[in-house]
Nanobody, 124 residues
Framework: QVQLVESGGGLVQAGGSLRLSCAAS????????VGWFRQAPGKEREFVAA????????TYADSVTGRFTMSRDNAKVTVYLQMNSLKPEDTAVYYC?????????????????WGQGTQVSVSS
């Protein structure tokens, strides 16, 4: 099973930017769909974005559309989440997830592997 490692979280002021990375452990990552989810304290895990590795087709939650962008680096087997115009309500632990041979979905139960999460904190 593929292993995922997130990085890039931190503390930023509202209106600022961060880029999260999700590095995969295997080259067959091209078969996967990769998703980003987030979970704030006391709340359920929430879909943020997903991208099919094969053609970079991406979908986004309404709350982040126009502000967040997913991309990938084939050579590094890494997926990125560029987050711009951050808001305090974006504060959460962000998780990278992978789904083998399926399209991106907002249901976390559809994903087969998860990273450990990285904290994003946005101050007002």
């Amino acid at each position: 099973q593929v292993q995922l490692v997130e990085s890039g979280g931190g503390l930023v002021q509202a209106g600022g930017s961060l880029r999260l990375s999700c590095a995969a452990s295997e080259r067959t990552f091209s078969l996967y769909t990769v998703g980003w989810f987030r979970q704030a304290p006391g709340k359920e895990r929430e879909f943020v974005a997903a991208m099919r590795w094969s053609d970079s087709t991406a979908t986004y939650a309404d709350s982040v559309t126009g502000r967040f962008t997913m991309s990938r680096d084939n050579a590094k087997v890494t997926v990125y989440l560029q987050m711009n115009s951050l808001k305090p309500e974006d504060t959460a632990v962000y998780y990278c997830a992978a789904r083998l041979l399926g399209a991106g979905t907002p249901n976390p139960n559809d994903y087969d592997a998860w990273g450990q999460g990285t904290q994003v904190s946005v101050s007002s």
